[in-house]
């Protein structure tokens, strides 16, 4: 099931309605786990056979590590191969059968393993992580373990972060559910401002620009203006995809008394690259640091893998360097099985290892100048539109080949084009900016008035409107949903 | 949204805040009263003021009289420029204005239209030209969104409205809420989008959003966002209207019977003041046939009732259409729509809208049925080839290529194929690959080759059979009823095939012309001598023109009521043929009977050209245009031009009568002669040109091309590629041909677009065959007779160097700017395709 289909909205009401008045915490939860595989089986319940699955095995592999810490190792590290194992078989089956297969099997074989049509299940990547972070909180005993089994389910399986985030961590979570959660007028509303928000954000401003980016993007004669013009929109589009269904997540949940974590903030208006992840997709970049790059620059068994030849020393900035890269390309691959995702995350490795070798040459008073916001955020907004372009691009010789373009050789023609792209960003923009500013400067302001019920039903009210104008009969699946 | 909570002011900070009840009250009346706000009832009906719509029209209506109005639906809105109909009707040019009402309107509008907003003003056209498909035309009972445009038009529904069509009462609340909510929308993305282009360009000229739409189509073609009705396309139906129609309840009602329809009212109207009603069906982008949406009984009919009302008809739906005159699938653009209007008043001319005779009846399509005499055959191949692999061997069916056409072959290999390939009595199965290393029991065209993979290596002998099978007893238009499963009218050696057509009506004039078209197969054994097909139409022989692919015949019969035959028959050791088209006409109306969905190819044998011979001693049909040469003569080309560009090369004994046709464009609205007309026209040393389905050709010394005993080739060039570039306010594309000193002007009016200036010119070039690394060619530009640039520019460098005008020539500065190529004979063929200004 998909937020943005006409089902939810009643299968969400009949949850809430019963939700409420449920008198206990298990009961809410029992009621939570019920409603969430309804959520994920609703299309297939083989698909639940999976996710439990994946679930019940990281609560075994935290029981057994809580019980044999000697071989907490083992253990986490056999649950993690497993997990990975599970993950890439899925995700990267079709680029197996396409590439690989061909060349190492006969055409009847390809052809039968090809039958076999594994598809990637609905938010593997995500429930992946989820799961596997609270085993590795287990043994890091940042999270005391679950006996009860209810409790880690709701976990893993809890419906409006499941698909597609965000990522969250036990200790964020538990302390949450075991307490009953008891209803509150102003979080409800709030809850369902902010999903409104979120459905906002993604019909009216992904859903639109997408025909027009894919159209860019599909054209055989696409010219410099064209290109970037339609990437400009393309960052906008899976922003808005993005960010509008981590709104609706996190609004739903607030609805429902559980508070999940911010996934986006306003990562278009980061100076530094380092900046730029520690607001783009906050709980995957925080997961990927918690669990891969800081293990990799700091663990002793890590360091002797990494030690420098001949040397017997580990140097931290070549580890850290090496981390990184390897944090980046895993990101790449998390995103998609294509060699230009690895691309993709080479290019962000190159771009923060830049940022930081640079950063650390310049004089102190430069680096803490803090005034230098207006030159550098829309620089680096610069070399964001080429990750966002790298991203959109179906191969690489399409990457290269666009990025060869001749910002001269343009007609008449693809420049009105261009042109007519860029005043769709900004009408994409407009509502975005316009959150921005209510966020940092009016929104304060219509609350210490006491403006926020009027501030709230007006804003709901456009917000709704604007959703039933700009609805297709079909809605597009959220960008998100693929990875 | 924020989950910050607010920052905490000074004391001295605290402002005034509104008591909690009024901020509830607040809260709730707003949206009550953007409720009540987007619910309200429209304003326009039987007591309300006139819409803004129609208050326009009435402006329009009084601002003068009119000889030719125009209304319809958007098809007449976009299609029908109504001053380059003025012009091209008459000299003084006529007064016409348009009524048309785009966003879905019907018969009942246009009824409604020309009742209050035409003839309630005091106008009194001589000519009322409709343009409509006849689906809209069929409409009687409408959906909600056709009705809300009556509803903005009428204020007194009348006798025949109410009858027909009026319903009262208001659509549902929320349904106008929700309309109104997406108009807004709607209008806001245009805004954004078109905006700036607009403001960019100006005053004058087309708005805005007309040129996102033109450069649109111009760089994605025929499909792009705007082709799906969204927003930003004038005229198109507005996402508002079809989400309405979506969600509404109420269908649109057609009428059972053409004497249903609102066409009779309407003739009656007009006629009864004093005027001629011309019902002009539009063309639409390959593949959207409006035709389909009416039952072909009904077209017939309709067609039959306007020549008993003395309407005009005009059934533009088969016009050939370069796709780059589309706005979207249904729509011409800009350029499209003035090459069509212009046609368009040709034709109005040809059935004498404008005189005072009765107008030339519509030339009904007949019923058809086909039956076969004769028994099918084996196809039997030229050769049998096997291969190292015994699963495999390759069949030769010289001619067999076109059914590897693209279109055809994504049928022929996985739905059905009109060849049947046995081992024994057991049949293979068509596939799109036939892999090898094993015995599959596949098939696969590949050009005149078919692939075969046996089921058995040792297996029976392999049988070959043309699939028999007719499709039923056609009433529509088009041969197959299932344009999936297209039936081919096979032919076989010593069988024949029989049309049979039935006209209850008599067609007005004493004859017309049947044109018949006929491709061919070559089994083994067929020698030229013994396999020249029989024609015979009403009995009487027909004589077939040999053609590159086959034959074709244009005979003038009799018009008759009675039903009559045409019988195509092959003999015994003679061709598989296969009727591709059967089109009957008169005065100017043409009407397909057969029509195969696919263009014969050519074999190509060799890489980079192939000779094949067709020549068709063809004197110029009598009335052509053409004079001042004696003759031209004309071969059947093997496929269409495609807009402006070809492939074909022509030979005089061997020799290249011209290098590559050059571009000399003319605006009719039948795609570009990719030719140099001139050539032909004028004495000129030869040439060739292609346009349509033949190639013109003029010897090189201009005598006689059909009797100067010199053998003439068509040559097929599969190296040239076609480039399809343009610049609205640039001229034309043009080559230079190696040593050509070649002249291309940039006009002074055309440089009003421009905000400041030309202080820079980026040439846009393309060749075929790489030039040397040191090609140049000499750029000299001038305007006003002032130098602005002379210098050697490498070819290779054409596309990447700015070419600097000093000084600039700014915009109120008179004067053409010419730009003055002269390229070395050593150079190759090089064509300018289009030009950046540096503004």
Redo the contacts between chains.
Sequence with gaps: MSFLQPEFAGFFAVVCAVYWVLPAARWQNVWLLLASWLFYGWVSPVLLVLLLSVTLANYGAARLIDRFPARGGQILGALTAASVANLAVFKYFGWFTAEIAPKFFS??RTAAIDALHVVMPLGLSFYTFHNLSYSIDVRRKAVAVRTDVLDVLLFGSYFPQLVAGPIERAEHIFPQIDKKRSFEATRFLSGL??AL?GAFQKVVIAD?LA??VD?IFG?D??SWA?IWAGTLGFALQVLADFAGYT?IARGTSRMLGIELV?NFNHPYLAATPTEFWQRWHISLSSWLRDYVYFPLCFSRSVQRWLTIPGTGKWRPSANSARALLITMLLSGLWHGSTPKFLLWGLYHFVLITTYITVERRLPKHLRDAGGWRWLTVPLMFCWTLVSMLIWREPTAARIAEHLKL?P???????L??A??M???C??AAAPLLF?LA??RWL???V????????A???GC?AMA??I???AQ?QPSAFVYFQF | MSDQPPPTLAPQQRVARLPRWSALVAATLLPTLAAFALMRPPDVGSDGPPSEVAAAMDQRARAGPADVVIVGDSSAELDLNADVLSDALGDPPLRTVSFARSGGSTAPVWYTILRDRVYANGLHPRLVVLGAYLSALSAVGLDDDEYALLREQVNAPDALLSEKTWRGGHPPAWELALDRVKSRRSALLTTFRSGLVGWWYGDGGPSGSERVTVASTAVFGGVHADAQGQDGVPGAQSNATRAVSATSAAKHVPATSPAETYLPALAAMVAEHGGRLVLVVPPSAAGDDPKKHVSAEFARGMAQLAGQLGVGWLDETDRATDPADFADSRHLNTRGAQKYTRAIADRLQDIGALGTGSLAAPLLPPIVSVAREGEASDFTPTALTPSADPCRTTAHFPGLGFLSDDGLHAVTSTVHSPLIVEEGTAPLAPSTDVPDQSCWGFYQFAGDDVAISRQHADGPPLRFRLDPSLPAAPLAIDAAPDPTLPGIYWVYPGTALVWTFESPWTPPDPTYDVDIEVLRVDPAGATDDEAVPELTIMGQPATLLTTATGYRAHVAVPSTSAPWSLRLSSPARGHYLIVREVTLSQGGQRVRVVRQPFWPRINVVEKGAVAFTGRTPEPLPVGTVYSGKPSTMWMAAPFPDTAGCSQLRVTENGHLLTRYPRVDAYDVFDPMAPGNHKVLMFPSGGGAEHVGNRVWVSASDDSDAASNGRSYQIVYDGERKCWHRECPFCPDRAWADPGDHLTLTLPADARQPLRAGVYGLMLNAVWDVDPAPDATVHVHIEAAGVARYDADVPVAELNARELPIRPPLRRGDPGDLDIIVDSPAENPAILFTAYGVQD
């Design positions: 055409p009847e401002a902010l928000w639109t025909p027009y159209l054209a004669h696409a064209m709104a911010e001749n001269f050789a343009e007609n008449a023609d693809q009105i084009v042109t007519s860029l005043g769709l900004a009408y959150a209510w966020e929104g304060p302001r609350t210490h008035r006491g403006l926020q019920p009027v709230w039903s007006v009210t409107l604007a039933l104008a700009s009969a």
